[in-house]
């Protein structure tokens, strides 16, 4: 009898047992994409590396333009 018992709490355990679930999977994977591609427009929009100023931006990449007053609004 306590066989039978153990093996239906082996059963129930197995069963109940902790799984990675796939929506933090794909949470991963897209921040990633997402990661990569804001830190790949962050550097094409800085300052260029020594032997780079003269090559063109990626038709890609969208142009920023700097704030005179960045992060605090119009000057008064």
Known sequence: ????????????????????????????IVGFIAAVSIGSVAWYNSKRPVGWEDKDRPDIVP???KEETPGIGQPR
């Not at 709490?9 to 047992?17: G, R, Y």
Request: without cysteine.
């Open 1 to 28: 009898m306590s066989l039978l018992i153990a093996a239906a709490a082996t059963a129930e355990v197995a069963t109940n047992t902790p799984h990675f679930p796939i929506s933090a999977t794909l949470v991963y």
């Open 63 to 65: 142009e920023v333009e």
